[in-house]
């Protein structure tokens, strides 16, 4: 795999160890979460209608299907939901966020 440059606003210390969190869409690296979720909100928007990234399902609403496709347990699904942008905390949510955390690190 390519390497790719990180985005994020922390600086890393000589020496230290940074966590790295990749896109599950398009694969670009970030050295914090916060960046992870920017990146996701402005280039992966969840708005209109389309064709699921993840599974290829035709949607109207595309933050709705990964809510439903997540609470059934598609883990992929489950992880997109941890990171999407606007959705209200829940406990549901904060178990998606720490699944995705997980998953995405490098």
């Given at each position: 795999?390519?390497?790719?440059?990180?985005?994020?606003?922390?600086?890393?210390?000589?020496?230290?160890?940074?966590?790295?969190?990749?896109?599950?869409?398009?694969g670009r690296a970030f050295k914090s979460f916060a960046a992870l979720k920017l990146h996701f909100g402005r280039a992966h928007p969840v708005d209109g209608r389309g064709e699921c990234p993840?599974?290829?399902?035709?949607?109207?609403?595309?933050?709705?299907?990964?809510?439903?496709?997540?609470?059934?347990?598609?883990?992929?699904?489950?992880?997109?939901?941890?990171?999407?942008?606007?959705?209200?905390?829940?406990?549901?949510?904060?178990?998606?966020?720490?699944?995705?955390?997980?998953?995405?690190?490098?």
């Open positions: 795999m390519p390497q790719r440059e990180m985005e994020g606003d922390s600086q890393e210390a000589e020496g230290e160890v940074m966590a790295v969190y990749m896109c599950p869409l398009c993840l599974c290829g399902r035709k949607y109207v609403d595309l933050r709705r299907h990964i809510y439903n496709k997540a609470r059934l347990g598609d883990r992929a699904h489950r992880i997109a939901y941890g990171i999407a942008p606007r959705s209200r905390e829940t406990p549901f949510k904060r178990e998606c966020r720490e699944l995705a955390m997980e998953a995405l690190k490098v």
